[in-house]
């Protein structure tokens, strides 16, 4: 082998074990692949955290039906607060009378209007439709609708009249479903606009007592969840209030009858003032959550219930996989302590009938 041979024959060596650098461009460009495909995986699951621009009370026309009593009229009176113009929506025109002038006692200007619209937001839809767009004639396109007209019933789910069923899905679903339905083709032209839907605690955890009323309640977290997937890109959001009992007439009149075990597990989360809610109700609307919950209580209750619901701002994402977890260890205490509540009230009942039998 002369000298040549043996100098060539080393240069393939060296470049068949060194050839890898022949790979170099291929593998920079796998690397911005990688790089590239990573990035977008991040964008998507940062793109639904991204927080909405708030809402600007401040001259915006609010119309909160079951505005005239309870949580709707501290609603009403909150956004008036803070310079909205506001339709109240109830069936009793005298209790609407009142209603205004509590809610007109809070102006921040001399601009600010009150008005009553009465209808009853479950039985007809064109009559629905009809006031709300008289109310946008006078005051202007709907920029926040607070769906808070509502009632409940509580009792045993054989003891309730079968007609009671019914009477909830008609005013806590379809009347929430009216009122939105016309406001919503507005909403979607002006590329802005607020839904709110008022649920309940009893909207995420199906309680003792609650088979008419709860049911009603979850049936909004399915409409919310689906309208807000339509209306994201029009600039709409959807806010979903599970408040906890709230001190209002309606808690009274229920509380006549509710059931002992209802009373006892809805302990648990306290009684709230309807002002207390509706401040951070409406404070959740304008910043466009989702969700929003009142107390520690609920504020577990959300996070363990978030399920596939739309999420608006990256600390929410994040406090949801942090405390899954932990709050579903939680809540099997709770559920387990539900459970004894519901044993002890059913052999008490029966000491005393059996007691009852003997006098
Ligand atoms: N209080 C509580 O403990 C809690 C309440 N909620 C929910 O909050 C909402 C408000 O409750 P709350 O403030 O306590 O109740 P209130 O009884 O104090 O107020 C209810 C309002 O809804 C109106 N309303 C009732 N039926 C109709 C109807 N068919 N058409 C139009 N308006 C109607 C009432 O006026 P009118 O009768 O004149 O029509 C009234 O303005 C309800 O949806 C309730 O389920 C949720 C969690 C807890
Ligand atoms: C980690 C898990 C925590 C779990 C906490 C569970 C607390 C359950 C309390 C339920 C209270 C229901 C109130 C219903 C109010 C209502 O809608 C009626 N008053 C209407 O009039």
Known sequence: MSSEEGISSAITDWLFVNSWWLLLPFIMLLVVAAFIVAFVLLLYMISPLISPKPLKLNGAHVVVTGGSSGIGKCIAIECYRQGAFITLVARDEEK???????????????????????????????????????????????????????TAISGKFEEMEVERFKEMIELNYLGSVYPTRAVITTMKERRMGRIMFVSSQAGQIGLFGYTAYSPSKFALRGLAEALQMEVKP?????????????DTPLLAEENKSKPLETKLISETSGVWQPDQVAKILVRDAVQGNFSSSVGPDGYMLSALTCGMSPVTSITEGLQQIVTMGLFRTIALFYLGSFDSIVRRCMIQREQSKAADKRE
């Open 96 to 150: 609407l009378l009142r209603a205004k002038k509590d809610v007109e006692k809070y102006a921040i200007n001399d601009k600010q209007v009150v008005l009553c619209v009465s209808v009853d937001v479950s039985s007809d839809y064109t009559q629905v439709e009809n006031v709300i767009k008289q109310a946008q004639e006078k005051l202007g396109p709907v920029d926040m609708l607070v769906n808070c007209a509502g």
């Open 234 to 246: 029009y600039n709409i959001y959807v806010t979903m209030a599970f408040p906890p009992d709230t």
